[in-house]
């Protein structure tokens, strides 16, 4: 029978965002779906299949295989949705909308010598990571880790796909790389901005250049693809 939602569990995904979403399709929406092992997706009929909901991960590809990649490109251009979390996000906007774009905070750089070293220090990529030093290295892994954190964002309410839900919620946020963005994506919610007050976070681990680095960028976008 057709599969019209399908959510992909088993590794690489992780265990505790698959847990999340089929406690939202479950209990929260009694939304009706298929669950499918990331071994099986490639050889889904994705004639059958409207909607692929992607939980957290970090080696999505991985499962698909390069033709099957190939394929799910096809058919979300064809009017497949993806609806993706985290690292799944940003290789989905990446892999398969072709998003290049990295999502920029609407707030101001740093202001001091200090926080400008800081996130330097943070933004240094892991095939540079020779040229920092023992405690370097550390530093940079504390400042950009987060394990799990609670942060608040705001919502565009004027959205057709968030209409009647609140003006601010709060996210369950794994990593500090901000979704990828081009022209024409519509950012549906935004992590909220440092200020006096404080950044985002509401609760749990997040490294302070890993908050400043997610604070004000996008939370959740949406693409029209093909």
Aim: glycine share 12%; net charge negative.
């Amino acid at each position: 029978p057709p599969r019209r939602i399908v959510l992909g569990t088993d590794s690489p995904f992780s265990s505790l965002s698959t847990g999340h979403l089929r406690h939202l399709l479950d209990v929260r929406t009694g939304i009706p779906h298929h669950v499918v092992r990331a071994d099986d997706l490639r050889r889904l009929p994705w004639h059958d299949v409207d909607v692929l909901v992607l939980p957290e991960t970090g080696s999505q590809g991985s499962a698909l295989g390069e033709s099957g990649v190939a394929e799910l490109r096809d058919w979300m251009r064809g009017g497949g949705t993806v609806v993706a979390v985290g690292r799944a996000a940003r290789w989905a906007g990446r892999e398969l909308a072709g998003i290049t774009g990295e999502g920029v905070a609407e707030s101001d750089p740093p202001t001091s010598d200090e926080e400008a070293s800081d996130e330097s220090l943070a933004e240094i990529p892991s095939d540079r990571l020779h040229e920092l030093t023992h405690a370097e290295r550390r530093q940079r892994s504390v400042e950009r880790r987060v394990p799990g954190a609670i942060l608040s964002a705001s919502l565009d309410v004027t959205h057709p796909l968030v209409q009647g839900a609140a003006t601010r919620t709060a996210w369950h946020v794994f990593g500090d790389d901000p979704l990828p963005v081009a022209g024409s994506t519509q950012v549906l919610a935004r992590f909220a901005a440092g200020d006096a007050d404080g950044g985002p976070r509401i609760g749990g681990v997040c490294g302070p250049s890993a908050e400043a680095r997610l604070a004000g960028t996008p939370a959740v976008t949406y693409d029209a693809v093909g």
